[in-house]
């Protein structure tokens, strides 16, 4: 089973709330990311997490927040978004520590808008 | 810098028609390499991937690739494509200690 979940599927919010993202992956994998797509572009790569401790965070804004309750889990906390933030976020699981030296598997996203 | 270039933003086939979609890298390490495809509103699915060996190599849903490192590319192939097959398409490349680079996408249109 490759799967990787992420709830929920849609959401909308302003830019004074809190919401938070979820994903989950029962693969046994180690290591687990964040990326941000905006239309016709490419992933983004936003954080990793290696072995529940955040490995890279690639200068995210502070209104982010990831956190890795475990090695199954990866929540995305979100605080005072912006307009520009509305994006399909996704999140990957990968078997090795090493982002870049194995296969990523990405879940459906979450089609996040700011108003 | 590690980069990755797909020359083609959008590529229009017709059903049945032969497949190749071009990838070239510059990286400075041996590199991994990685077939994405995502339909609209998707996440990502993994066609194929190349680590070593065989320079061919088979994916899913028909689609194969072939490594030419005298050329750092990476393109694909599918000899018969179907409608379904309407997609973006990325490749992507990594190494030890480096996360993956994406390249900008190929977007599939397929005629009836």
Redesign the interface.
């Known amino acids: 089973d490759?799967e990787?979940t992420?709830t929920p599927k849609h959401l909308v919010m302003g830019m004074t709330n809190k919401k938070s993202l979820k994903c989950e992956q029962h693969m046994g994998h180690r290591a687990m990311y964040w990326y941000k797509q905006k239309a016709?572009?490419?992933?983004e790569?936003m954080f990793?997490y290696s072995y529940e401790k955040l490995s890279?965070n690639e200068s995210v804004p502070s209104r982010f927040s990831p956190e890795c309750p475990n090695s199954s889990l990866l929540n995305l906390h979100l605080h005072a978004l912006q307009p520009e933030d509305s994006a399909?976020y996704?999140c990957?699981s990968s078997l090795s520590r090493?982002?870049?030296?194995?296969?990523?598997?990405?879940?459906?996203?979450t089609?996040l808008t700011v108003t | 810098a590690q980069s990755v270039t797909q020359p083609d933003i959008h590529i229009t086939v017709s059903e049945g028609a032969s497949l190749e979609l071009r990838c070239n890298y510059s990286y400075g390490a041996t590199p991994y390499l990685f077939w994405y495809v995502q339909s609209p509103g998707q996440g990502l699915q993994l066609l194929l991937k190349y680590f070593s060996g065989d320079t061919l190599v088979q994916g899913i849903k028909g689609f194969e690739a072939e490594f030419k490192r005298s050329q750092s590319s990476f393109n694909l192939r599918k000899p018969s494509v179907h409608w379904s097959d309407a997609a973006e398409y990325f490749c992507a490349v990594g190494s030890y200690g480096q996360n993956f680079v994406f390249g900008p996408g190929t977007r599939l249109s397929v005629l009836p």
Do not use: H
């Open positions: 490759t990787v992420q016709k572009k490419p992933p790569l990793v890279i399909l996704l990957a090493d982002p870049g030296s194995y296969e990523q598997y990405f879940g459906p996203g089609r």
